[in-house]
């Protein structure tokens, strides 16, 4: 009787801690929303009525800017998720083993060899080059004998960086390296109304995720465990590739890389929350939104009126917390 009264308000507390993560995700939203050098704000648009210049702002450049971030952090967040339950390792994201890279190379053929490809297209590209880069990530490590925590990522970073001189090399050869930097480094600056509704769709791959999160943590457990359960390891391994190539790909071709947001935000909810993917994806999608609007208000904030891409302020402090993960607890990964 005591066991199940302390399951119950174990579960009440942490539905209010996720209501007020979610409260939080929603004041920043509404903080990132009113930052910008024109005057955009709840006055201003009462001032200017309707058809006035600030309410004209605030939907076509504001409101779409804040939609996208948010959807940025829960996606990118969550595929990183699932790419550390894929490859049994908890430091590794779509810009540590070669995925980026390789959706920055199809990008790049797109541009060279059909520029005019709307821009569903290009991401359909960009998601078939991720995908063949994450699984000539797969097959590399399967040929690897000695799998340790800090090899795994290595592997991932090295050839990554091999894919990326490819890409730097094509570009500087055909002057694209302006159009290439864009892709590489997420600014969202440049967001507006029409340029992001490809990320509602990166939000249906994560519910998707989402529905699928026990069959993750299945195949998390290895190719034996997975299929005495009855589960078909192949299928449920590349519907979990199929998701982190997309989702990717949207995330590339709407913004640009955003480094380190699908391996820092995961590895911080696993300490707190533990390995349980379904239980842990709410709390990777408000930590991961959360995340990405405070280092947005950095970046406008830190130099205003003048900005900072995002991707930069993402980078520097997820390459610092990801040192500190290293150091702090090499026995949780696996």
């Known amino acids: 009787m005591r066991q199940k009264s302390r399951r119950t308000w174990s579960r009440h507390r942490s539905a209010l801690l996720l209501t007020a993560a979610g409260i939080a995700v929603v004041l920043l939203a509404a903080l990132s929303t009113f930052i910008g050098v ?34 940025t952090g829960i996606a990118m967040s969550i595929v990183g998720l699932i790419m550390q339950m894929l490859v ?31 821009l569903f297209g290009k991401m ?28 795994v990522p290595l592997v991932g970073i090295m050839l990554g960086g091999v894919i990326g001189a490819v890409t730097t090399f094509f570009a500087y050869r055909l002057d694209l390296l302006q ?35 026990d069959r993750f943590t299945v195949v998390g457990l290895g190719q034996e465990f997975t299929t005495n359960l009855g589960l078909h390891y192949g299928r449920v391994l590349a519907l979990g590739l199929t998701i982190v190539s ?51 208000i950095i970046g406008r904030v830190l130099r205003f009126p003048y900005e900072i891409p995002l991707g930069i302020v993402v980078g520097v402090i997820g390459s610092v917390l990801f040192l500190y993960l290293l150091l702090r607890r090499p026995s949780r990964a696996h």
């Open 38 to 71: 024109s005057d955009v704000s709840p006055l201003s648009i009462l001032e200017g009525g309707p058809d006035g210049k600030a309410a004209q702002l605030l939907v076509v450049s504001r409101l779409p800017r804040t939609l996208a971030l948010v959807l």
């Open 88 to 118: 049994r390792n908890k430091f590794v994201e779509p810009s540590t083993t070669g995925t980026a890279e390789s959706a920055a190379l199809g990008l790049l053929v797109v541009t060279i060899f059909a520029p005019t490809l709307p």
């Open 124 to 151: 359909v590209v960009a998601a078939v080059f991720a995908l063949a880069g994450t699984g000539l990530f797969l097959l590399i490590l399967r040929r690897i004998p000695v799998r340790s925590i800090v090899l």
């Open 179 to 213: 159009t290439l930097g864009t892709w590489m480094t997420g600014d969202f600056s440049g967001i507006l109304r029409g340029r992001y509704e490809l990320l509602w769709l990166a939000l249906g791959m994560t519910v998707i995720a989402w529905i699928a999160a």
């Open 246 to 296: 997309v989702v990717t790909a949207i995330v590339i071709v709407t913004a640009g890389v955003i480094p380190f947001l699908g391996l820092i935000v995961p590895n911080i909810v696993s300490i707190a929350r533990g390995d349980n993917v379904r239980r842990s994806i709410p709390w990777v999608a408000m930590l991961g939104a959360g995340f990405v609007l405070v280092c947005d």
